[in-house]
DNA sequence: AGTGGGCCTTGGAACGTTTCACAACAGTGT
DNA sequence: ACACTGTTGTGAAACGTTCCAAGGCCCACT
């Protein structure tokens, strides 16, 4: 049989349809022994409210979105996290969709979740400027770009990263490397672009090679070990003594396929990662990193969403930067002796 | 002004509300110049279906949902991938729920995607016996229980925790140590009781200490690291020579603080995690771990799930249980000497 | 020219809820 | 007894879609 309806809850208990529906919404306008009726009735059946059809009449919808870059990378659940807290306290529910690093997946979701009328979606890109995100805006869903800028027609929050990749470059050129390579890509992805951006900013205000870019298909752990084997395959004449990766996955890949491979951390290659996960601090040699205040950003981001979806039209978009921070350790710091522990 | 519905769309191409209907869901039924007019009507209004009243009229969604126990555990993560990629062969869109290991939020989730009749949940639950689950199911929606086994009333995919508890021990055993620590917690949630249970399996068919247990309130880094600290503070005669932890989360955690406060990993205090996530290999020292099939189980998940949502009746409830493995690194080997690299 | 048959298109019912104007009823004060 | 008030409950409309039976049109064939 069909999941039950509030007429049969209704002729169950005895009571017009809208009492029922009062019940629900109002109870303070229905009588206790009504109510009573009307409740064991409901338990009796196992009725369970009809979202779609409440939707449908009502217009609004309390669900938020966090359309995420990729699951996998802890940088970007902790941010979920940030998102999550603001909701529970404004009690909407939030779902996470995957976007694993592809496009396609991306735009579905997108089109999905506008199509379900959310309340909102926050949303991290593949690639930065995708039309189909200005014709949601446009369109009137609200949408709060995270981890990229945006133009004037919606909220951001970001972080600089052209100020991270500068801020890495500046500390290995600091530390004496002349020869670095920068890991990561694909370069589609506006992060990538904009930390290499910001290392060859501050390559050109020194006297080192140019910065040898080894483009990685995704940013994840895998990748980062395929990357330690393109540099411990290269003859240490010509091998950079520094990488800098686009996060911290790559970075942790590459340690851990470097030192397999026989090269030492940091002196025959120095590391520094993005994002300063969690992990980044107990990995085999702690790794340097720049870090970004990711649950900040998630809170933020969650923050400007509701303003908006609450005050469509009184609401003027806001694109917040925030600035990260390097975190110094052992990847890039040079030893006295034996260093162990 | 609101959005636009199907009804302006026929208005604007001038033609019936069915026939726009028509062009959306039976593209073949309609003249390609009917067509043309529809569509042109449809991007110049900006028309967006509504997937409420869509959903309410057909009865169906093509939705899953997968409540996780912790996004921020890389496992639960990985597990989301495997299913994931089944959901999109599938045709799905699958959503994340980060339950937060709060039993609160994640009947709150229950609820909600009940009442949004999502084709099928995967859930990975706090507690698991939570009569809810049952309550749903028993109300006709397909739920499969990941990472728990389950009764016979409903469908489950896991690993056996028990078994894995007795690997992590036996080989603790094996390498001489008699005096262990179990970290994790709280008990309440199943795979930690089942571990644990494991864990004791083992130590009963030895000639050594109980098992300590240090009960933890999550399963996370920072509870890792409070571990590490009362452990390190013990002095050394009482202090357990090796320690199991619930989750490579805790492990790492606990690895990180004990190296910090001077204990060497593993001749002062050996650690078996429990997930084999990527981190667990990279870590400071390479952490020997109880590897589990993350994205076969939630493949499996995934796959079993559309069985039931498919053919509700013919459907069968399994209950698939994998087998967990050892996997032996750094932090349990003693290691012959200077051991660096 | 008339008829039969395809092919498109049409209009309306139905999905389950919320809301709102209104009916029913009981109690109060005259 | 009556009108009035306030409180509860009622019934119908509306939300935007899909589906289906039925209608309209045009062409080919007799």
């Known amino acids: 049989m069909a999941a ?10 005895g009571v017009a349809l809208g009492t029922v529906s009062n019940v629900l919404n109002h109870p303070e306008m229905v009588t206790e022994r009504t109510r ?5 009735a409901i338990a009796e059946l ?3 409210r009809n979202e779609s059809a409440r939707q449908l009449r009502g217009g609004t919808s309390r669900t938020l979105a966090y359309v995420v870059l990729d699951t996998r990378n802890p940088f970007f659940t902790d941010v979920a996290a940030g998102a999550q807290q603001v909701a529970d306290e404004a009690g909407r529910a939030l779902f996470l969709c995957d976007g694993g690093e592809d496009a396609v997946r991306q735009a579905n979701y997108l089109d999905l979740l506008e199509q379900q009328r959310v309340e909102g979606i926050l949303i991290t890109p593949v690639e930065a400027d995708d039309p189909r995100i200005a014709a949601v805006v446009a369109r009137g869903t609200p949408v709060v770009v995270v981890d990229r800028g945006a133009g004037p027609d919606r909220c951001s929050v970001s972080v600089d990263d052209v100020l991270g990749g500068d801020l890495a470059l500046s500390h290995l050129l600091d530390a004496g490397h002349r020869r670095i390579a920068f890991i990561g890509g694909p370069r589609a992805i506006g992060q990538v672009a904009d930390r290499i951006t910001g290392a060859e900013r501050a390559l050109a205000r020194a006297d080192a090679e140019p910065l040898t870019v080894l483009e990685t298909a995704r940013l994840d752990v895998a990748e980062g070990r395929r990357a330690g084997e393109r540099l411990a395959g290269l003859p240490a004449a010509r091998r950079p003594t520094a990488a800098f990766c686009a996060n911290d996955m790559l970075a942790l890949g590459l340690l851990q396929q470097a030192v397999r491979l026989g090269l030492r951390v940091p002196e025959d290659l120095a590391i520094v990662g993005y994002d300063d996960i969690e992990f980044a601090a107990a990995a085999a040699v702690p790794l340097t990193s720049v870090s970004q205040p990711r649950q900040l950003l998630g809170r933020t981001a969650a923050e ?4 908006e979806a609450r005050d469509p039209d009184g609401h003027r978009h806001e694109n917040r930067v925030f600035e990260p921070e390097l975190v110094v350790r052992e990847s890039t710091r040079i030893r006295p002796l034996g260093g162990v522990a």
Chains 1, 2 share one sequence.
């Open 4 to 13: 039950p309806s509030m007429k049969d809850v209704a002729a169950h208990a």
């Open 304 to 307: 400007l969403l509701l303003a």
């Open 46 to 48: 196992g009725f369970v």
């Open 36 to 40: 009573k009726r009307v409740l064991d």
